[in-house]
């Protein structure tokens, strides 16, 4: 089973909400990770978790939270986000991140900031 | 600097006919290369990688990929296409972070 999940497949948000995305996988990987990408782009890294410890942020803004509860979840919280923010968002994880390593992706959620 | 390249944005080639989508990457020893799919508005699906070993490899759907350091490329083949492989193709690789190059949306013609 290489099957990464995410909820939910569509969200719209009001920039004054907050939201959360949800990714979980059961293959065992002890690496995950969140990307963006546009319309028309290739996925952009955001950001990292490498045994439940965030290992890379790729600058990204602080309205922008992840988390990691265990080694199977990975959670994305959004406030007070823009427009520009609207994308969609992929959920990927690996064996343990050290690099070298073939990623398994989710389906993404397709996120609408109005 | 460590960078994939797809020359080609957008193809266009006509249902059974042949394939190759082309990939070349930028980095001093052997990288591990992947194509990636994506159909519109969906997820990335894993279709080939290459780490070592046999230079042509076989992924799903009926792709191949080979690996030529000569020439920095890791080029995607298929023999024949169907109307379903209309998507955007993506070679990347990965030496401790992923770097993917901008894509080539495939249109095929009936």
């Known amino acids: 089973d290489t099957e990464v999940t995410q909820t939910p497949k569509h969200l719209v948000m009001g920039m004054t909400n907050k939201k959360s995305l949800k990714c979980e996988q059961h293959m065992g990987h002890r690496a995950m990770y969140w990307y963006k990408q546009k319309a028309k782009k290739p996925p952009e890294l955001m950001f990292v978790?490498?045994?439940?410890?965030?290992?890379i942020n790729e600058s990204v803004p602080s309205r922008f939270s992840p988390e990691c509860p265990n080694s199977s979840l990975l959670n994305l919280h959004l406030h007070a986000l823009q427009p520009e923010d609207s994308a969609l968002y992929l959920c990927a994880s690996s064996q343990d991140g050290t690099g070298r390593e073939t990623q398994y992706f989710g389906p993404g959620t397709r996120l609408l900031v109005l | 600097a460590q960078s994939v390249t797809q020359p080609d944005i957008h193809i266009t080639v006509s249902e059974g006919a042949s394939l190759e989508l082309r990939c070349n990457y930028s980095?001093?020893?052997?990288?591990?290369l992947f194509w990636y799919v994506q159909s519109p508005g969906q997820g990335l699906q894993l279709l080939l990688k290459y780490f070592s070993g046999d230079t042509l490899v076989q992924g799903i759907k009926g792709f191949e990929a080979e690996f030529k350091r000569s020439q920095s490329s890791f080029n995607l083949r298929k023999p024949s296409v169907h109307w379903s492989d209309a998507a955007e193709y993506f070679c990347?690789?990965?030496?401790?972070?992923?770097?993917f190059g901008a894509g080539t949306r495939l249109t095929v013609k009936p």
């Open positions: 978790y490498s045994y439940e410890k965030l290992s």
């Open positions: 990347a690789y990965n030496n401790n972070d992923m770097r």
């Open positions: 980095y001093g020893a052997t990288p591990y």
